[in-house]
């Protein structure tokens, strides 16, 4: 006797032909390689490099439980992660959910440092797993026994059904041979990102078919992607990229997977579809993380500029003056005394003739530029390699 899934779900195939010939697709891959070895290796200052990797781990539980309902924002996650979220008991599950998480993150690292080798394999009893932790203490329907595979007929957001009960076992088995084989072998470290994120898009799409477990299916496919990410070299903060991405895309996530089904099962399009929200989204880290490093280049290129000057208050208050102007675009001179409580208290008494020395002198030393009663930090000294600018003609 076959199985139903043939009849009822002939699109899961376990079949993926990449077209070779298709040009954008394979220079966004070169692209999102190239990116991800940068990212990997872009030196921060352990502080940054620590707010940094709160913000972006923050982006990606957050989008993993928004997309189910979650209505959490990024600053609540944020405070969960340093322990200081304090809900009313009525939002407290909102908060499990979140650390449910959190807890997989966590202990998915630990599993790289402690066997690199054994998380580079996927297996149902891990895929099990996920589905147990993100279920856990969390109300759920009688019929959903969490890390269990169901036994009941589900339709998922009125418009789907899930693969046939009997054959959920199966079919997450033979997805789990299907990644682990020939289809998805590396022969060349070159091509080593592009492969993980195909088998990470891949599994995604496949247990959103199959959609084995009673609840909690979607959180547990994006376990498997940052598993498969993560494993294979991918740094942490762009390994969450593709589950913020499906976050802000929803309406079109749904219908690219609506669509893929449809299609006999041409994952092609979702892949693509992810793709570009990953490489959007690495473009957007590391620009955040090229600012950051500006920063702190400027700063310490400021402090040198001083160096010169033997230490005084009247050097000191230009410095934070012009480290002030800093956080800033063009500002107005008068409003320069209210741009912290330090400036203010140095030009409270002096007015504004000391002000303008001080201007004029940091104006001397090429740190700032200044235009019709305003003024800004010049940081893009620090900014080497760029083309010049070519003048707006008249």
């Not at 009673?214 to 494993?231: C, H, I, K, P, Y």
Request: aromatic content about 8%.
């Amino acid at each position: 006797m076959g199985r139903k899934y043939l009849k009822s779900h002939p699109w899961i195939t376990f079949k993926l032909n990449i077209p070779l010939d298709r040009h954008m697709f394979w220079l966004k891959m070169g692209e999102i390689a190239s990116k991800c070895e940068h990212l990997a290796g872009v030196p921060l200052r352990p502080d940054i490099a620590s707010r940094l990797h709160t913000v972006f781990l923050a982006k990606g539980v957050l989008a993993t439980t928004a997309i189910e309902g979650n209505t959490l924002n990024e600053e609540q996650v944020i405070q969960q992660i340093d322990g200081t979220l304090d809900l009313p008991p009525s939002q407290r599950y909102l908060q499990q959910e979140i650390q449910n998480i959190l807890d997989a993150c966590n202990a998915e690292v630990r599993g790289q440092i402690n066997d690199p080798n054994w998380a580079k394999h996927i297996c149902s009893s891990k895929i099990k797993e996920y589905n147990s932790q993100v279920l856990k203490g969390l109300d759920v329907e009688n019929d959903v026994v969490p890390g269990e595979f169901r036994s009941h007929s589900v339709v998922v957001g009125n418009v789907y059904r899930g693969a046939p009960a009997e054959d959920c076992e199966y079919l997450v088995d033979r997805l789990c041979e299907w990644l682990n084989g020939s289809d998805f072998e590396c022969q060349d470290n070159d091509l080593t990102i592009p492969t993980a994120l195909i088998r990470a898009i891949v599994a995604h799409v496949y247990l959103a078919w199959i959609h084995p477990f009673g609840d909690g299916n979607g959180r547990t496919a994006r376990l498997v992607e940052l598993q498969v990410l993560f494993s294979c070299g991918i740094p942490l903060p762009a390994a969450h990229l593709l589950s913020d991405h499906y976050n802000k895309t929803r309406t079109q996530y749904y219908r690219e997977l609506n669509h893929a089904s449809k299609s006999g099962g041409d994952v092609i399009p979702f892949i693509t579809y992810a793709l570009q929200g990953f490489l959007d989204g690495l473009r957007e880290q590391l620009s955040l993380i090229r600012t950051q490093q500006q920063n702190v280049a400027w700063e310490n290129y400021v402090h040198d500029k001083f160096r010169q000057y033997k230490p005084s208050p009247t050097q000191k208050r230009r410095r934070d003056l012009v480290l002030e102007l800093t956080k800033h675009n063009w500002k107005q001179v008068s409003d320069i005394p209210d741009m912290s409580p330090t400036l203010a208290r140095e030009y409270a008494n002096a007015g504004e003739r000391m002000l303008q020395r001080d201007l004029n002198a940091i104006n001397k030393m090429d740190l700032i530029l200044r235009r019709h009663g305003e003024v800004r930090a010049r940081k893009e000294l620090i900014s080497a390699f760029l083309p010049a600018t070519t003048p707006t003609p008249i």
